[in-house]
């Protein structure tokens, strides 16, 4: 099969060995995957993916069941599928336990249904599991133009959560409220401050009249700590997902007690196996239907094709795509 290599951080589509299902695995015929910021980070070699998976990028993919492994019966070889994975998802073929599939919508093509799982399974992992979102309760999305931060919004605004999103721009800031988002912040607004370092915090505050927000999803870290947890409420729960902002930062020991808040660091990719299944469950649960009714949707910035990875991945870098990014396989 044809698989995405890396050489010396540059991308190419070259001949490799076809990985084989194991009991309880299925292997999946890649019609789309999509790109994500840990492949970039992979690329990079500062990510190297979790003992036991594929060296070859990509965290997800839509496309048809190949082959099945010992022991599996839920999925036959035809069914059109898309899949979190480990690893892998940029090559024709990839191998994956049966228990991180998800049907692909009817009504979605396999380049929608790539956009969907990383992004949905971060979203509801993070805000409804992690931070145990109630009804009613406020939500701080930061990047919220990005693939995660969209798949956010549209859960919030179906199980009715007022959420508030920082974004890079006006354009991106009209796109997120259009989507649901309640308000946003422009994180490049306001050029006399760091543009990183928590301006956001009195917007949201003002967003709220004063009361603070419940839950903050946050891939940027270290430089928004103090701002996230100046607009935190009291019970409030801060999920970490990136460091886009740095890995460091000086925490106010008084106010998080004061403030009785959660700060909660969660990665998807290295959980176990049966952590995963768990999560793809719940997802197929509360959160597929959504897609078959219209709820939910891809965002997807743009299509193209896996020999053309390096621009995509360049299109990522610039911090300019609004959701996805996806990769199709001929
Ligand atoms: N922990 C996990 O399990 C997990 C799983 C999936 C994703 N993630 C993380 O979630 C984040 C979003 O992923 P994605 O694939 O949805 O990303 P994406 O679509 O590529 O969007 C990322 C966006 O983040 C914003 N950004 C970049 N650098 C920033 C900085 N220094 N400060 C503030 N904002 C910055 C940019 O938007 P603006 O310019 O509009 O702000 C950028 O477009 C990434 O950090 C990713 O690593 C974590």
Not at 35 to 48: H, K
Not at 175 to 198: I, K, M
């Amino acid at each position: 099969m044809k698989a995405i290599q890396i050489d010396d951080q540059k991308l190419s589509w070259a001949d490799t060995e076809a990985p084989k299902p194991g009991p309880g695995e299925v292997a999946i015929r890649v019609r789309a995957t999509a790109i994500n910021r840990a492949d970039l980070a992979q690329r990079a070699g500062v990510y190297p993916p979790p003992p036991g998976a594929s060296e070859i990028l990509g965290l997800e993919c839509a496309g048809e069941i190949q082959q099945v492994g010992e022991g599996v019966t839920e999925w036959k070889i035809g069914d059109p599928v898309c899949a979190l994975l480990s690893g892998g998802g940029y090559a024709e073929t990839v191998v994956c336990p049966a228990g991180h599939l998800l049907p692909k919508p009817e009504n979605l093509s396999f380049e929608q249904a790539a956009a969907l799982p990383e992004v949905f399974a971060t979203a509801w992992l993070n805000i409804f599991q992690e931070a145990a979102l109630q009804p009613n309760e406020s939500v701080l999305l930061h990047a919220g133009a990005s693939g995660v931060g969209t798949a956010a919004i549209q859960l919030c605004r179906y199980f009715g959560n007022p959420c508030f999103v920082t974004v890079g721009g006006q354009q991106k800031l009209d796109y997120c409220v259009e989507l649901g988002a309640d308000a946003g912040f422009d994180r490049h607004s306001n050029s006399t401050v760091d543009q990183n370092q928590g301006s956001f915090a009195s917007a949201v505050k003002e967003w709220r009249n004063g009361k603070g927000v419940d839950v903050i999803l946050d891939p940027v870290g270290g430089n928004y700590l103090a701002g996230n947890m100046s607009c935190m409420a009291v019970n409030a729960r801060l999920v970490l997902i990136g460091l886009m902002g740095g890995a460091n930062a000086d925490i106010s020991l008084g106010l998080l007690m004061v403030k009785r808040f959660k700060l909660i660091g969660s990665t998807l990719r290295s959980r176990t196996d049966q952590q995963k299944t768990q999560l793809i469950q719940s997802l197929r649960e509360n959160v597929w239907p959504l897609f078959d009714s219209d709820e939910l949707k891809p965002i997807i910035e743009t299509t193209m094709q896996i020999t053309e990875a390096e621009q995509g991945f360049a299109l990522v870098e610039s911090n300019q795509t609004i959701g996805k990014v996806i990769l199709t396989i001929p």
